[in-house]
């Protein structure tokens, strides 16, 4: 019989998408104050490849990706979704956006093998965690790239936020270096 064994830490990757900066600087601020600094930060881009955020986010979406330097257990994973809802929550209730959602935050972890999105809709492909929560494997790492499934949504395609989950893997690569050099 095999034994468990408590698995590797992950990079948290969290993307963050709004028509306003202010919302994202407050999405990053509440994020760097909850989970450390940033160590990597991808350029914000056009987000056009769905429409389905515009009745509730309108036009003009940016949307960026923060690495964060901390690693993270990766069981923790529905407790990161459940805190960037509170943080959507707080930045609606300050109502100084007219937007019924002014900034999405979408926790995701990366690990040498995936990287994998919070969530809380279900589908046939996810695994529910717990409170709501649910995970699915967005991107496969092989053959020296990350691999879309049928699944995935059409900006985690994208040749450049493939080359930011790159350079995050190998960001992760040295932390996880450090991390267990540390133990």
Not at 21 to 30: K, N, S, W
Not at 88 to 97: P, T
Not at 126 to 136: S, T, V
Request: with cysteine; glycine share 8%; aromatic share 12%.
């Amino acid at each position: 019989m095999a034994e468990s064994r408590k698995p590797l830490p992950a990079l948290l990757v969290v993307a963050a998408f709004s028509r306003h900066t202010d919302a994202l600087r407050y999405g990053r601020d509440e994020l760097e104050r909850a989970y450390g600094v940033a160590g990597l930060v991808s350029e914000p881009f056009e987000f056009r490849e769905t429409e389905y955020y515009r009745p509730t986010m309108g036009e003009g979406l940016l949307k960026q990706f923060l690495a964060f330097q901390q690693l993270v257990d990766p069981a923790d994973l529905a407790t990161i979704k459940l805190r960037t809802n509170g943080i959507e929550s707080a930045l609606v209730a300050g109502g100084c956006f007219g937007e019924v959602r002014p900034l999405n935050l979408d926790p995701g972890l990366l690990t040498l093998g995936k990287f994998m999105l919070a969530t809380t809709k279900d589908q046939g492909h996810r695994i529910y965690l717990r409170d709501g929560i649910f995970a699915e494997v967005t991107l496969r790492y092989q053959a020296g790239a990350f691999q879309p499934w049928p699944w995935t949504y059409a900006d985690y395609r994208r040749p450049d936020v493939h080359e930011f989950l790159l350079a995050a893997r190998n960001f992760y690569r040295d932390r996880l270096r450090e991390h267990v050099g540390s133990e």
